[in-house]
């Protein structure tokens, strides 16, 4: 079975734990990540309130993730956008780019602007980051201890301390895969 085309929202592309753990899953096909240039911005946006020197890292990382997946850009169709209704409109551009990429999943921290029956109604649902990549915990274990092992590793070496696994995934909301990774080790 092919690994599900998934649009990965602004909010878990923003902070780098969450992203990093996500883009190392899909580069081990566990699923196929997709975003629009809007998404994109928005995390740019969101990195330079932290300074100057944020947005451009977040402008080299946007640079990465468009070289390691050059098909990954959806634009959103207008028409589409025009008949969406999502309680925050600033998100009627993410549903509309997976109705348009036909990705049935979107990855978002911000499931109470995503309601459950609406999207169902149009074929695509809404998953929390952490209920999402805790689902890989356990469909594909190795893989996963190696993922999240490698990401733990380079947040340790980037600090320069020692981070507690679980206690490093609370911090990125990511509590239900800390479980998870502890449960395997």
Request: hydrophobic share 45%.
């Amino acid at each position: 079975m092919a690994p599900s085309k998934v649009i990965l929202d602004a909010c878990v592309l923003y902070p780098t734990i969450t992203r990093d753990i996500l883009l190392l899953a899909a580069q081990h096909d566990q699923f196929v990540p997709y975003w629009s240039l809007r998404i994109l911005e928005e995390w740019r946006r969101a990195a330079a309130k932290l300074g100057p020197d944020q947005a451009a890292f977040a402008q080299g990382e946007i640079a990465l993730l468009n070289a390691r997946w050059p098909d990954a850009i959806i634009d959103a169709e207008p028409l589409t956008q025009a008949g969406l209704d999502l309680p925050d409109a600033n998100d009627v551009h993410v549903l509309a780019s997976a109705l348009t990429g036909r990705c049935p999943v979107i990855v978002t921290a911000n499931l109470k602007d995503f309601p459950t029956r609406y999207l169902a109604e149009l074929g695509v649902q809404a998953v929390h980051p952490d209920q999402f990549l805790t689902g890989f915990a356990h469909s594909a274990p190795k893989v996963m201890l190696r993922v999240v092992g490698q990401v733990h590793a380079t947040a340790e070496q980037l600090s320069g301390q020692h981070w507690p696994l679980r206690k490093l995934l609370k911090k990125a909301r990511l509590p239900r895969l800390g479980k998870a990774m502890e449960n395997l080790r």
